[in-house]
């Protein structure tokens, strides 16, 4: 709840930089949120957010990831003509976040896919892993008109980045995010990098981890990261930064926010609060896979 009240003084804050079409879009946002939280189904909007799975095939074995079998298959690819269906089916959705179990720039449709979300006026965003991007699919990014892109990046620290991360190379991510850097200045472009970081138990032993993770995007003119915990912290064995160790994870926090001051680059942390059954996503935030299924969340 406090998250929605937050998001209710953040809207009052800036709403002179609005258009009035953006804050009405807020405005609808804040309240999904609001009756997803009282749970009252009947009271709840159609989602304005959608997941969507460009590709169910991945070029990483990544150790935090449930998936392992890159099998391709005639559903591997989200379609144009299927996603033309899609959305045409939800006039109703407003932003799409081309992300799941797989890796989006294996879909060789994947620009093709946001020009057509953007000629529907959609907002859109990128979930990658960062190591298929180069001059070409860059440019192809660039042209569709993609508002966000999130690069997935758990350390700073090369050996345990390429141990986590099995069959990508720290240097190769460096290089790319630095390219698309540079050509989204070039090219006059409007499209915001992120870095997203799952919190592991290793790095949250160990904050160098993040250091040298804030580090990196200074070096690669990154100025945001986001931080997120697993969806499952139990699984990962962090269940006690919500009990016991939660003034240490606080503490970390406030160390790595201050260090991303000092290198100008704004770092978003997770509440530290956690109870069973408040996870809104089922309500606001749907997935589809590149098959066509229809799932709670991701």
Same mark, same amino acid.
Do not use: D, Y
């Given at each position: 709840m406090k998250y929605i009240i937050k998001g209710l003084k953040n809207l009052v804050k800036i709403k002179k930089q609005l258009t009035q079409k953006q804050g009405i879009l807020l405005s609808r946002m804040l309240g999904n949120y609001f009756f997803a939280f009282l749970k009252i189904s009947e009271n709840v909007p159609l989602p304005l957010e959608f997941q969507i799975e460009p590709s169910a095939v991945c070029n990483l074995r990544c150790q935090a990831c449930s998936f392992k079998d890159s099998k391709k298959t005639d559903n591997s690819f989200l379609s144009k003509e299927n996603f033309i269906k899609l959305i045409g089916e939800m006039a109703f959705i407003k932003t799409i976040n081309f992300t799941g179990i797989g890796e989006s720039l294996l879909n060789k449709n994947l620009?093709? @896919? /946001?020009?057509?979300?953007?000629?529907?006026? /959609?907002? +859109? @965003? @990128?979930? +990658?892993n960062g190591q298929l991007l180069n001059k070409k699919t860059v440019e192809d990014l660039l042209k569709s008109g993609l508002d966000k892109i999130s690069i997935s990046v758990e350390s700073g620290k090369v050996d345990y980045y390429e141990k986590i991360r099995m069959g990508a190379k720290f240097e190769i991510l460096k290089n790319n995010i630095i390219l698309l850097e540079k050509a989204i200045k070039k090219n006059n472009s409007n499209l915001q990098v992120i870095i997203n970081a799952m919190l592991l138990p290793e790095t949250l032993k160990d904050i160098s981890h993040l250091v040298k993770l804030i580090d990196l995007a200074s070096l690669c003119k990154v100025n945001l990261i986001t931080m997120q915990f697993p969806h499952n912290i139990h699984d990962f064995g962090i269940q006690n930064y919500f009990g016991k160790d939660k003034e240490k994870l606080r503490k970390t926090f406030n160390i790595l926010k201050h260090y991303g001051e000092e290198k100008k680059i704004a770092v978003n942390f997770p509440s530290v609060n956690y109870k069973k059954g408040q996870c809104y996503y089922p309500w606001i935030y749907p997935q589809i896979t590149s098959s066509g299924e229809l799932l709670p969340a991701v």
């Open positions: 620009s093709g @896919l /946001i020009k057509i979300a953007k000629n529907k006026k /959609i907002q +859109t @965003l @990128l979930i +990658t």
